[in-house]
């Protein structure tokens, strides 16, 4: 798990576009965990969670689409 989190670091960091996939990959890839978890026990914290993560999905892939716009 660190070794995950220290390599979307380093690709954030660096600008890197792998870096953005592999983040990407883990906030959708993280999106049923967290639903299950909201209808296992509601709270607010979960549901912010979760709202977090929606749109951090929704920021990264709109620099990665944008980014693809460019190279076209």
């Known amino acids: 798990m660190r070794k995950r989190a220290c390599q979307q670091a380093y690709g954030a960091l660096r600008n890197a576009i792998w870096?953005?996939?592999l983040l990407l990959g883990v906030l959708i890839?993280?999106?049923p965990y967290e639903i299950w978890e909201i209808r296992e026990s509601y709270s607010i914290i979960k549901v912010?969670?979760?709202?977090l993560t929606i749109f951090g999905c929704l920021i990264i892939g709109s620099q990665l689409f944008k980014q693809q716009q460019r190279k076209v």
Not at 48 to 51: D, K, M, P, T
């Open 19 to 21: 870096g953005k996939w």
């Open 29 to 31: 890839t993280s999106l």
């Open 48 to 51: 912010s969670v979760l709202i």
